[in-house]
Structures are given as C-alpha cells and as structure tokens.
C-alpha cells in the first residue's frame, strides 16, 4: 500500500483504524468539516444501542454514515488478513456485489476485541428489495 511519499506503508492492523480506512463517502467528511468536530453519537444514542445489544458503547466509538457493504467487507478481510491489503479480492460469491447497498450508520470500537454495530433507517420507507439484498450481505 503506497504512501503519499509513494514508499510502501504498513496497513493498518487496528480494526477501527481499518473500517477507517475504507470509509471514504463525501457525507461524513463534509459533516465532519461543516460542524468542526469529530462525528460523535449523544450520550443519549450511546445508551439506546448499548441497551439494546448489552454493551457499553464508548463516547470515542467510531461513527461513519452510509458505509457500503462492499467496503466494509473488504475493510473485514483486511482486518482479519492483513496480507489481503495487497491481494485482489475474488467476485462471484455473493459478498462482494459491486453495489451502492450500505448500512445508514456504523459504529465501531475495539474494547476486548472488535465491536461493529450496523444500523438501518428500515421504518423510512426502505422497500421488500433494498431490505432483502442488504440483509442478506
């Protein structure tokens, strides 16, 4: 993986340091630059989530709007193999549907291992067929 520098760099290995990675959708970052400040959830949110999965979701978790499901697949296989940064990745086998399908917010920490929440506006108006594909990735 080249750097700005165009030498090779070392892959990130931290998970949320690798969702990072592959988030690249204009919305967040604007949002980010907009506000002048970090994309953070309420304490409010924090708590709803952690009730509802039963864990204690940090105040620093990461948070990226509309994540594509193809990247974070490939942000996933990158992760668990970092030789994989580097490999082209097979198409064919359904996980990669080279799509726009995306989870509405993701949440991401690492405490005691990796934490991934995916989360869905399905009460907006989602149809039978963006639900069906999007639950099936």
């Known amino acids: 993986m080249p750097g700005l520098d165009g030498k090779a760099a070392a892959p990130p290995t ?8 592959f988030d690249s959708h204009e919305r967040g970052i604007l949002f980010q ?4 400040s970090p994309f953070v959830l309420s304490a409010e949110l924090r708590q709803r989530l952690g009730d509802a999965v039963q ?4 105040g620093d978790a990461y948070v990226a709007m509309d994540y594509t499901l193809d990247w974070l697949h490939a942000a996933i296989t990158c992760y ?6 580097d490999e082209p990745q097979p198409l064919g086998d359904g996980t990669i549907a080279g799509s726009q399908e995306d989870v509405d917010l993701l949440v ?3 405490e005691k291992g990796p934490h991934l929440l995916l989360i869905g506006n399905y009460s907006a108006g989602f ?7 999007e639950g099936r990735r």
């Not at 630059?33 to 002048?36: L, P, Q």
């Not at 864990?55 to 940090?58: E, I, L, N």
């Not at 149809?127 to 594909?133: H, N, Q, W």
């Open 80 to 85: 668990l193999d970092p030789n994989a940064w």
């Open 33 to 36: 630059w907009s506000a002048g």
């Open 127 to 133: 149809g039978a067929v963006p639900l069906e594909g």
């Open 14 to 21: 931290d998970f949320v340091k690798v969702i990072q990675a």
């Open 55 to 58: 864990v204690d979701v940090p």
């Open 108 to 110: 991401a920490w690492e």
